[in-house]
């Protein structure tokens, strides 16, 4: 199946892949993908995490597969269905499901949260709900997946302690990340790397009405002076988001930092386009701080 379907940059819009696992539907971000296969023999590895099904080497490139039955918690999944493969954080993962049903393009803003009527496993792992012709569809968080897994795929906040000490700054940081968790680690890794006049923001919408409220009351240099911003967001993503702000006279010369798990060569090129400043997968906290530190230098 074809996942290369064009989006123009800075639309506030994706495209969702439906896939099923037994009789629910589920979603994921098209840009994550890098191909859907036919299930095939793998080798299991001793001693893995349950949700692992074990390794294979399509085009001598060793990918990990997961069983996402199992981490929903509905039971193990049968040797047929497809595999859906992955590249994020640079990690190339393999997802096990049963049929791929279609593609999807949706607006961020028609993407419900989740609420208390998912199960447990679901909602720990959901970032959404899509409603299509009266058939609920929950997108799933694979970056947590993935995580929950193999923490060491998550943040690497121990690098923040390899720059050393450092001195405060008080440039106004201004955050947009929708993942609670990955939220607190990047306000406290700046913290940590002594910066402490952060705004933190749950969307790319949220962010974009502090930044409006500041020109308004012409408080824009006293609390925006860096963006950084995440991609993959309910109600406005990080694309609209830095379209918004580089196409704009009052903002265009805010730097805007993309800090996402999507960061690869074709997403990296529509970042450039819109007028990204700079842009890096998530798990490189250091880089970030590093990256910061050099857009201040170059802001006094």
Not at 158 to 181: F, H, M, T, W
Request: some cysteine; overall charge negative; glycine content about 6%.
């Amino acid at each position: 199946m074809d996942t290369k379907i064009l989006l123009e940059n800075g639309t506030n819009e994706l495209e969702i892949l439906e896939f099923t696992i037994g009789k629910f539907s589920y979603g994921i971000n098209v840009a994550k993908i890098k191909e859907i296969i036919p299930y095939q023999p793998i080798t299991p590895v001793p001693n893995s995490h349950p949700s692992i099904e074990g390794i294979f080497m399509p085009r001598d490139v060793m990918i990990t597969a997961i069983d996402l039955k199992n981490c929903l918690g509905r039971g193990s999944s049968e040797e047929n269905g497809l595999f859906i493969i992955t590249n994020f954080n640079r990690l190339n993962i393999a997802f096990h499901v049963d049929s791929v049903l279609g593609i999807h393009r949706v607006s961020w803003r028609n993407i419900i949260k989740p609420d208390a009527t998912l199960s447990s496993a679901e909602a720990s792992v959901s970032t959404g709900i899509i409603k299509k012709d009266e058939k609920l569809i929950i997108i799933l968080d694979f970056e947590k997946i993935v995580c929950d897994i193999n923490p060491e795929t998550g943040l690497k906040v121990s690098d923040i302690n390899e720059l050393g000490p450092r001195s405060r700054s008080d440039v106004p940081i201004l955050i947009a990340e929708d993942s609670v968790l990955l939220n607190k680690l990047i306000v406290d890794s700046l913290n940590k790397a002594g910066y402490a006049n952060l705004i933190h923001t749950e969307n790319g919408q949220k962010a974009y009405d502090v930044i409006t409220q500041c020109k308004a009351e012409g408080t824009l240099d006293q609390h925006v002076k860096i963006l950084i911003t995440d991609i993959e967001m309910p109600e406005m993503d990080g694309h609209r988001l830095t379209k918004l702000v580089k196409s704009d006279d009052a903002t265009k010369n805010i730097p805007v930092i993309i800090f996402s798990s999507l960061v690869n060569p074709e997403m990296r090129k529509k970042g450039e386009a819109l007028g990204a400043d700079a842009q890096l997968s998530k798990p490189e906290i250091g880089n970030l701080v590093r990256i910061v530190d050099d857009l201040v230098k170059k802001l006094k």
